[in-house]
Structure formats: C-alpha cells, structure tokens
C-alpha cells in the first residue's frame, strides 16, 4: 500500500481520487500528488533510508506508487561530486555537480521521472506507454518501456540531433518525428492522449511522473551528510524539475529527515528559450511563451508548463533566474570537462556558465555551499560542439614527427 491519499488542484485545491488524469475540470489547473506525511513519518526515516540499495527507489515511500516498484531498478543515486577545480576556478569555496550524467542506462536525469511513470502505467494496466520528447525523455521511455515490455509511441521534433534520433531508435519504438517544434509537438500529443487510451507520461500521468524528479533532491540532501545546500542551480525546461527538487527538500524537512531549511533555488536557462529566466529578471509571475532557438534543445520549451510554480519556487526561497548565449553554454561544457573530467551535454553546459554569472553577480556566496545539478550527457549533444574543439595532432608513425609536435607542446 502506497501513501498517497489522492491528486489535488494546484489553484482552486479540489481534490481527485488517484486516477491517470492531469488537469482540474473545475478551473484547468494542474493536478498533484498528495502524500499522508504523518503516516510516512512514522514508517521512513534515515537509518531505514540507508539500509536500502542504492537506487532512486530508496525513497519509495515519497513517491506515488501503490505496489513495489517495476521499473528503473538500476536508475538513480548517480554521483554527488565535491568540485574543488571548478571552485577554485569560480573563486568559491563549496560546490558539488550532481552528476546525473552517470549510472542513469540512459544518461539522463529523466531516468528518474520514467521509472516512477511507468510503474504508475503498468499499475494502472497501461499496455502502450508515449511521451512528448526534447530527446532525452525519448531515449528513456524507449529503453524502459523495451524492458517493461511496453509497446512505445515516442514523439519528437524532426530537428532533434541525429545523434538523439539514433539513441530513441537503437530500442525500436514506434518514432513519430513532428514537422515542429516541442511545443507544437506537445500540443498534437495532448490531443492524441485525449483520443487513444495510452499513458503519455508527461501528459495525463504527469502527476506521476513529475514526482520522480523529487529523487534527486533526496540524494543530493543524503549525500551532504543529511543537510540542505544553501544554493541549488536547476536547468529549467517545463520547469518541473525545479519544483520537484524543491519540493524532495521540504518533504525531507517535514518528515524530520533534515531539521534545517534555508536552501535558494536558482533557474538555469538558455538565453534562446528563456520564459522562466525572463519573468524571474522582470520580477513578475507571468510566463511570456516564446520560439526557442538555442543549441539546448533538451531544454527549449517555449511555452513551460510548470514555467509559473518554478519563478514561484526561485521567488520565496530567495534565488533568482539566470540565461546563457550559445557560446556561453559551449565554454560551460568545455570547462566542466577540462576541471572536472565531467561531459555534460548542453543542459549542464547551461546549469555550470549561469552559475559562473551568478557567482559574478554576487547572487551566489564565496563562502556557500552550492549543489549544481546536470541533468544529461555529452555524448548525446556533440554536434553542439563542431568547430569549437581543440584539434588532434595527426602524424605518420615514427619518433620524430612525434617528437615534433612535442617540442610544439608546452
Ligand atoms: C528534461 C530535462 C531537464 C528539465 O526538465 P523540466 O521539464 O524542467 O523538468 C533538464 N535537463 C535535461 C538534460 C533534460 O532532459
Ligand atoms: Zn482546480
């Protein structure tokens, strides 16, 4: 038996049993989980935490499942890593990458959303799983959905990276390439969602999904020895990991798992999509939709559902919003490589050149400490790269012409 009493309206508060559904039908608002916090608080605490294996499921009690977890058995507690190069780079003293680069089969933090998604799906007797993607989430509903043995309908823009492509059809989905962008991409799934009884996992089970990024709050928190950051630097897309990292450190600290509660919350943008950012440096709460164009496509959501609850988020706990150009995101991946030996893709290239500017700008402390989170891997994003690399030295096969390019080196 899980710990969830039901969904509930973000806006008008109405409540709803648990169901694969998404929206008020009273005011059109989002739907959330709703947790019994004094039942779970008597059932979870750390030395239960740590006896567990090590994997996103070790929090299960905190997230919407009613069985035993079914998916993403080896997904999660990826890697908190103490960044001292960077820092002394960034002239702070305390910083640590969240490495959701790693350990995820898919490379990407959206692991995290699809394990619970489709645990949900298969619980409520889903045989077809789908998603609207910027990429990453294609490649982990592909992989996890093969292993799930469900059958797979991934929707993507057509201009994705053809090294994205390739990693969505390697599990052979059925891959539908949208002549568009995501958010018209998004708009013909919620409408297929409406028409075909599948579970799109950010559509009609998005309560669920969403829920699943909490998972990498709780690390980050248990990882630090059980204590909130002072500052945490989220990439926005939707903005839905944002609220979810939030949320994973209040639950922590209602449920006593942490006594201590002042962290900031900062959003991370590509200044080509950059509605969050945008509203948060205006000072106001209204999302103004916009056409991405920036080489973050994984993060390029011009019209962020949660885009409202994020600048919400960054406001009350005292952050603040930040955007990058193209190039500044380059030199982010280049020298989180170069300190670090870490390759993110453009989302973390994002996350570490806005943490440089809010380091800059006084907004991050010398003396904080600061959990940087990056969400996907290099590996996915290199033609973001081309042209911007230092090159090979190309030589035939004898001592000489080797011992000319040494004598060039310094
Ligand atoms: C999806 C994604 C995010 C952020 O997603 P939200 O929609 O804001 O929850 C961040 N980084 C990467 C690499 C992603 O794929
Ligand atoms: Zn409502």
Request: net charge neutral; hydrophobic share 40%.
């Amino acid at each position: 038996m899980g710990f969830v009493e039901g969904l509930k309206c973000r806006e008008c508060g109405r409540e709803y049993k648990v169901d694969p559904i998404y929206v008020c039908e009273f005011c059109f608002g989002p739907l959330e989980a709703v947790y019994d916090y004094k039942k779970i608080k008597k059932s979870l605490n750390r030395k239960k935490i740590l006896q567990r294996e090590k994997n996103l499921w070790r929090y299960k009690e905190l997230l919407p499942i009613d069985g035993e977890p079914q998916v993403g058995l080896n997904s999660g507690f990826t890697p908190l890593v103490e960044t001292k190069n960077l820092a002394r780079e960034l002239g702070v003293k305390t910083l640590y990458v969240k490495d959701d680069t790693v350990v995820h089969p898919t490379l990407s933090f959206k692991d995290r959303v699809v394990a619970v998604a489709l645990t949900k799906a298969k619980e409520f007797g889903f045989d077809t799983v789908a998603c609207a993607s910027t990429g990453n989430l294609a490649h982990s509903v592909s992989a996890h959905g093969a292993k799930a043995g469900l059958k797979r309908f991934i929707f993507i823009p057509a201009t994705l990276e053809a090294s994205k492509i390739t990693a969505a059809l390697i599990y052979e989905p059925n891959l539908i390439a949208v002549d568009g962008n995501y958010d018209d991409v998004n708009r013909l799934c919620s409408e297929i969602a409406n028409k075909y009884k599948w579970a799109f996992v950010n559509i009609n089970i998005r309560p669920f999904y969403a829920e699943g990024s909490k998972t990498l709050g709780f690390e980050i928190v248990e990882q630090l020895g059980w204590n909130a950051p002072d500052n945490v630097v989220v990439p926005c897309a939707s903005g839905s990991l944002l609220t979810k990292v939030w949320k994973s450190f209040k639950e922590f600290h209602e449920i006593g798992v942490i006594k201590k509660l002042e962290t900031k919350v900062f959003a991370a943008q590509a200044q080509g999509c950059n509605p969050i950012a945008a509203a948060l440096k205006s000072h106001t709460d209204v999302i103004r939709p916009m056409k991405p164009n920036t080489i973050a496509k994984s993060l390029a959501i011009g019209n962020p559902a949660d885009g409202y609850y994020a600048v919400k988020v960054v406001q009350e706990t005292g952050g603040c919003g930040e955007e990058v150009t193209d190039q500044e995101i380059i030199d982010g991946i280049k020298l989180l490589a170069r300190t670090e030996g870490i390759f993110a893709e453009t989302a973390g290239g994002v996350t570490v050149a806005v943490t440089k500017k809010l380091i800059e700008n006084g907004c991050i402390g010398k003396n904080d400490t600061t959990v940087i989170c990056v969400t996907g891997n290099g590996l996915k994003t290199q033609e973001a790269l081309n042209g911007q690399m230092l090159k090979a030295h190309y030589i035939p096969p004898n001592m000489e012409s080797f011992e000319e390019v040494l004598s060039n080196i310094k």
